[in-house]
């Protein structure tokens, strides 16, 4: 269960190490940011024959006592980024998100950078713990090397179309900054 098209690679690098292991990795989902439709396509694997599920999606989506029903029932979960609090053993691989935002924004200033922007795509950066601990990440570094964290460099875009628009207003502005520190993939690609 995937909700960005970059969990591609996560499936991509699944499926060769259990291709390798003689087992294949089959079938998979992509269903947005709607916890209905999480559920409903979990459901549908499950009653497909499916008894172990690789789950990626917003923490919004994650209601615990759907997973813990299957737990139940002998279903294993391998929770990608976020998981849940349950009594049951459950398998979880996640990325040391506030280490990365620091190990980024320090790259940047070691390069030279004073006037660091951060960008996210989209205003609920709090609703996503993975993406408020790259914030942390950068904001600490920030502190570290002695660095003003300017209010004005930290932008939110509503949608992501809105990426470019946002750093093209940034970039124009009277104090541009020299570099962008982008939460997630999506708005770096802008």
């Known amino acids: 269960q995937f909700n960005q098209i970059h969990g591609l690679d996560i499936i991509q690098g699944a ?3 259990m291709m ?14 709607d916890p209905a439709e999480y559920e409903r396509s979990i459901t549908s694997l499950i009653n497909s024959g499916s008894r172990c599920l690789m789950v990626m999606c917003p923490e919004a989506a994650y209601d615990e ?3 813990v029903r299957y737990l139940q ?3 294993k979960f391998i929770f990608i980024d976020t998981k849940i609090d349950s009594f049951f ?3 979880y691989v996640s990325s040391d998100n506030e280490m990365g935002g620091f190990v980024a924004t320090e790259h940047l200033i070691r390069q ?3 006037k660091i922007a951060l960008i ?8 996503y713990k993975n993406l408020a601990l790259r914030m942390r990440g950068y904001t600490q570094a920030l502190k570290r090397y002695g660095i003003p964290a300017e209010k004005d460099y930290i932008r939110f875009c509503p949608h992501e179309d809105n990426v470019a628009e946002v750093v093209d207003d940034l970039m124009s502005g009277d104090n541009p900054p020299t570099a962008l520190f982008t939460l997630n993939d999506t708005a770096a690609e802008i």
């Open 120 to 127: 996210c795509h989209h205003m609920l950066v709090n609703c």
């Open 15 to 17: 499926q060769d190490f």
């Open 20 to 33: 390798n292991n003689a087992c294949h990795l089959s079938p998979y989902c992509v269903s947005g940011n």
């Open 65 to 67: 006592s759907f997973y």
């Open 73 to 75: 029932e002998g279903v």
């Open 112 to 114: 030279g950078h004073r």
């Open 89 to 91: 053993k459950v398998n």
